[in-house]
């Protein structure tokens, strides 16, 4: 099939599917307010909750959800056929992650600025906060070690993309004084420090800083140890110091770099004709592969729907929303700029890496390049070689707009880099968060200080990331847990939607909580068939932790039920206040 219909296909869906549900939602369900009150106008202090622009919060928010989820989660579920993952990718981000994201964001604006699982307390019942925050402080402990390690990879792998990742955080900081202090225009300085970011991917390109083993320490975990210490720093600053103006480079960084895929797929396929997908439209049974129902749903999370959303719907991003209208563009918004970035990953791991590919010395192509990645799932499934389709794939796309092959490579690694480190600072500041509200209105006091809440973060996720030992990849022990708790995340968060939209009268809840049936049914299908590889493989720590999800994720949903059918669409609890 021609990739570039494909593509335009799916855009022009996007675009009127925002019009059209989007904004019905946004009106006629959460009724949006542009008088409403909220935390970032009610409660600023400078640091957390500050009245953002929309598109400078939207570029926080995009950068964070996004990390390398939309990237690795389509380019692995690629091994089953690449039409059931642009179905999933297309459905699920319109009718549930958009909806997921949207929701909480709402609810934790009209509550504070507070996380989901104080979310859930109010409108389920207080029995329910220390469950959810179990799942809630696994996924995000996950997410720190684990970003972490994919960055590592990253530098492991392109060293081009190590200068101008770092140098963005004093570009950045620059950018913050210029913007807060001294008054400058956002738009026009952000595009300056775009422009600068760029001049270092150049130089990165022809000054690659590659490190070895020092002191029985490998790369992988001296690069880990380093962003660590990075984000324990970044999330305890202020958001206008370093988060913001970062993200709004990002956010610029991402127009760039779809632009460049984007005009990459039109001039592959008019120079040589069409860009072909030389992957296999549908692939019930790869080698070694789960089955696609349930894992199809799992393996594509942040392309569709991702519990990690609600975290910095209710984290970060709740804090500095201006205007209840601005949500939509935010969280809605979001969800779907995220699944053009998923599109784009299966054109490029589909078409574009069939463009060319060189593996010890050969050069393959067509279905012959495709298959070096995807000959078994086992291929298929390692992080460095889903990291590797896409870049190379992306590449060799942008290469036809004339852009050399090397540069090409440093924008891409640099692009995966930097939001992949976004992800991981935010989700350190949101653990902070989380932890100092599990501890709020307890005895234990100490939780209130920011950096004894970072610093307990931190040192957990670096615990994990050196379970294994020196090479800083110990996270990838639970790396196959991730995207069950992820999922059902995100199910156990439409589920506190629902009981909150039913709390408003009407028929409203069906929006949340058809999503919520089906993401549950699917996820905990997908973590009893896991319980039982876990149990066969001897592994006692997955079986645990996956029957303890198991155990804390039935409780809830049951809990929902129980709230679901005694809310009457008058419960005070329900009041948008």
Known sequence: MDAMLMMLAAFAGYIIMYQLYGRYIGKKIFALSQGAKVPSVEMEDGTDYVPTKKEIIFGHHFTSIAGTGPIVGPAIAVIWGWVPAMIWIFVGSIMMGAVHDFGALILSMRNQGKSVSEITAKYINPRTKLFFFVVLFLDLLIVTAIFGLVIAVIFNMYPASVLPVWLEVPIAMALGVIIYKRGGNALTWSLIALALMYVTVVIGTYVPIKIGTIAGIPPTGLWTIALLVYAFIA???????????????????????????????????????????????????????????????????????????????????????????????????????EAVLSTLVVVAVAAGIGLGYTANGTTLAGLDAWTTHYSSWAAAAGLGSKVAAFVFGAANMIETVGIPHGVALAIMGVFVASFAGTTMDTATRIERYALTELFSGSPIKIFENKYIATGVAVFLAGCLAFSSGANGKGALSLWPLFGCINQILAALVLATITVYLKGRGGLSWIISGIPAVFLGAMTVWAILLNQGRYMDAGNTLLSVINLLVLFVSLWVIFEAFLKFLKTDGVTPAADVS
């Not at 206008?240 to 396929?269: C, E, K, W, Y």
């Not at 296999?280 to 070694?288: E, I, M, R, T, Y």
């Not at 392309?303 to 991003?317: D, E, K, M, R």
């Open 235 to 337: 999330s305890t600053l202020p958001v206008t110091m370093l988060l913001q103006p970062r993200d709004f480079i990002n956010s610029h960084q991402l127009i760039v770099a779809l632009a460049l895929m984007v005009v990459g797929v039109f001039a592959a396929s008019f120079s040589g004709g069409q860009l072909h997908i030389v992957a296999p439209a549908v692939q019930a049974a790869p080698a070694g592969a789960p089955p696609m129902l349930p894992f199809l749903f799992i393996t594509i999370a942040c392309g569709a729907i991702s519990g990690f959303h609600s975290l910095v719907s209710s984290g970060t991003t709740a804090k500095q929303v201006a205007s209840e209208p601005d949500a939509l563009f935010v969280g809605y918004g979001s969800m779907l700029t």
